[in-house]
């Protein structure tokens, strides 16, 4: 069964702090996502990894697939109230698009 | 592009009612559907793959008898939760694939969610 770790589990900071979550399985995957949620809305997505080492950029917001496609990071940089949220990775095996979510990071920006 | 509605947003039923709970793709058509649950404070929670015509893929530990799919068409799978009890209280998900070839095809794209409080 895969299992995606997430860490940390929560995360209060200041705004204007950087921080960093990880997604860290022992499972290679082919894609993946990792996506923001509010209360009691579905998770929307931010970005999609596919080759090992990659690199993406949204703004403040840094992703790297790690070079085994084993795991993910994702950096933010000056954050903001606007960020609080749920963030979640979701990996996908190679041939499927089923994605299987990771454990969470919930993460609360004081303004 | 790519939106998928679920409708109800919220339901309420007492316990030994069945409830359905409805996933669209409003502007693309989704071979695949996927859903999820999600308890509070917690992360999505794979139940089943839906294909168009076929049977739904259930996940281990997931009783397909408590959890009925039907992808019936293109635009429209349906979870129905029979003889619901409180703990299967839970924030329910869908997301559609879109067919292979087209732009919508290239990921999952989620619905809203529903939210089933079991009395």
């Known amino acids: 069964t895969q299992l995606l770790e997430q860490s940390p589990q929560f995360l209060s900071i200041q705004e204007g702090e950087n921080l960093t979550v990880y997604c860290n399985s022992s499972?290679?995957?082919?894609?993946l996502q990792w996506y923001r949620q509010e209360p009691g809305e579905g998770p929307v997505l931010l970005v999609t990894?596919?080759?090992?080492?990659e690199v993406k950029k949204l703004k403040r917001l840094t992703f790297q697939f790690g070079d085994a496609r084993k795991d993910s990071s994702l950096h933010i940089t000056a954050a903001q109230p606007g960020d609080t949220g749920l963030y979640l990775c979701?990996?996908?095996?190679?041939?499927?698009?089923?994605?299987?979510f990771g454990t969470g990071t919930r993460l609360k920006v004081l303004a | 592009g790519a939106v998928v509605s679920q409708h109800p947003s919220w339901v309420i039923c007492k316990s030994g009612t069945s409830v359905k709970i409805e996933c669209r793709s409003l502007?693309?058509?989704?071979?695949?559907m996927f859903w999820y649950r999600q308890f509070p404070k917690q992360s999505l929670m794979l139940m089943a793959t839906?294909?168009?015509?076929?049977?739904?893929?259930?996940e281990q530990g997931v009783e397909k008898d408590k959890f009925l799919i039907n992808h019936a068409s293109l635009t429209l799978s349906t979870l129905t939760v029979t003889s619901a009890h409180p703990e299967d209280s839970s924030f329910y998900i869908c997301?559609?694939?879109?067919?292979?070839?087209?732009?919508?095809?290239?990921?999952?794209?989620f619905g809203p969610g529903t939210r089933l409080t079991v009395l």
């Open positions: 997301s559609a694939r879109g067919l292979a070839g087209e732009r919508s095809s290239d990921t999952q794209y």
């Open positions: 499972s290679v995957f082919s894609s």
């Open positions: 990894v596919v080759t090992g080492g």
């Open positions: 979701a990996g996908a095996t190679s041939g499927t698009y089923k994605y299987i």
């Open positions: 502007d693309f058509q989704a071979t695949t």
């Open positions: 839906s294909n168009e015509g076929s049977k739904a893929t259930y």
